[in-house]
């Protein structure tokens, strides 16, 4: 069963990463709270699923070139 990203139930998000240590560095870069980090077994390449406290997004590219 694939996780949602989002879940405003438990209010957390989930990113990809390739280890724990990658989810740590999001923490401290983004100013997330890392609430815990899971095993993800169906991807080969983001090995864990880093989850974090609230609905969290990636800042908007620089280069995104999107009309609002």
């Known amino acids: 069963?694939?996780?949602?990203?989002?879940?405003?139930?438990?209010?957390?998000?989930?990113?990809?990463?390739?280890?724990?240590?990658?989810?740590?560095d999001m923490?401290?870069?983004?100013?997330?709270?890392?609430?815990?980090?899971?095993?993800?077994p169906t991807d080969s390449v983001l090995k864990v699923d880093c989850v974090f406290e609230g609905k969290t997004e990636f800042p908007k590219s620089f280069y995104n070139d999107e009309e609002e």
């Not at 069963?1 to 990809?16: A, L, N, Q, T």
């Not at 923490?27 to 993800?40: C, I």
């Open 1 to 24: 069963m694939v996780k949602p990203r989002h879940d405003e139930e438990e209010y957390i998000s989930r990113h990809g990463a390739t280890s724990e240590g990658k989810c740590e």
């Open 27 to 40: 923490s401290r870069k983004y100013g997330w709270k890392l609430k815990r980090v899971e095993l993800n």
